[in-house]
């Protein structure tokens, strides 16, 4: 059952990734062309273009960040036990010689 729950998370997250891309770039695509219609001008809509990707991929860090929260935590417990284990296998060869 876990499996199945872990499946459609991660394509919920597909979807909303592609969401949060596409939302940001198209609103200021048209927030630029409106924008250089309006002021006879031909370079708001690059500029436009350019903050969409910065805000689009701003959002993906920052949902892919808590998505891989857990993931991280139990990784890093996991890299901790193997530390403590080899520091224990290291005082035991010291007692042991």
Known sequence: MKSK?????GILMISQIGYS???????CVYVGRKLDDRFGTSYITI????????????????????????????????????????KERENRRKEDK
């Open 47 to 86: 500029i436009g273009i350019v903050l969409g990707i910065m805000a689009a991929f701003r959002n993906i860090y920052l949902m892919t960040k808590s998505f891989y929260a857990k993931d991280k935590e139990r990784e890093d417990a996991e890299l901790n036990l193997l530390v403590e284990m080899k």
């Open 21 to 27: 891309m596409l939302v940001p770039i198209f609103l």
């Open 5 to 9: 729950s872990g499946v459609a998370k």
